[in-house]
């Protein structure tokens, strides 16, 4: 079982810290009218995850990433998203009718959950360094274990994020910061997307 403490620990040490993918979870927990409605959102991120747990322990993205022109292809498709999904929640505004439309589509918030997900080099490249490589720890069964903590620790995560959002928007004067909220969300956004062309080197 050391194995699969081992993948609990780490990828909750991975996941937890506050980031886009995070974010954009928790919003759309404390946004909308149902939790039914969050849990496309969730079920993206969670999936998504997934895949990007099974590619980097069976070891067929460390091969793709050591073509540097991946890894730039990543980076500017990563940025031009992060730009356009803080242009989209700082122009978001607080929903006063009931019979409003949400703040997006189940179709967009599931678009939007792959892009922070999935097209994310700073998550695919911790996922990858740290995950892909622990797990080569591991063989047969004792890497399924690990494979599959680190799963569990990603669904619960999303899960308990969304609820822990839908709580607290539910609280009385709460939809007053959802407009400061997603302000710093935007703003969070944008720095990570600056911070992760800088850190890349692509530009000085």
């Known amino acids: 079982m050391f194995a699969f403490f081992h993948g609990i620990l780490l990828a909750f040490g991975l996941i937890l810290p506050l980031g886009v993918q995070n974010l954009f979870v928790?919003?759309?927990?404390?946004?909308?009218?149902?939790?039914?409605?969050?849990?496309?959102?969730?079920?993206?991120?969670?999936?998504?995850?997934?895949?990007?747990?099974?590619?980097a322990v069976q070891g067929v993205s460390l091969i793709l990433l050591t073509f540097n022109w991946v890894k730039i292809t990543l980076l500017v498709i990563g940025f031009l998203f992060l730009i356009y999904m803080g242009w989209n929640t700082w122009n978001y505004k607080p929903i006063n009718n009931i019979n409003q439309p949400e703040l997006a589509s189940v179709k967009k918030q599931v678009v939007f959950a792959i892009t922070v997900s999935l097209i994310n080099p700073h998550a695919i490249l911790d996922t990858i360094g740290v995950i892909g490589t622990s797990s080569i720890n591991y063989i047969g069964h004792d890497k399924s274990l690990f494979t599959l903590a680190c799963i569990l620790v990603s669904w619960c995560w999303f899960f308990s994020l969304a609820t822990i959002g839908r709580l607290i928007g539910k609280q009385k004067k709460f939809s007053a910061w959802i407009v400061l909220i997603n302000k710093a969300s935007a703003f969070f956004m944008w720095g990570s997307a600056v911070y992760m062309l800088y850190s890349s080197k692509i530009i000085p």
């Open 26 to 55: 928790f919003n759309q927990g404390t946004i909308q009218s149902k939790f039914s409605r969050v849990l496309p959102v969730v079920c993206t991120a969670s999936i998504c995850d997934t895949i990007l747990i099974l590619v």
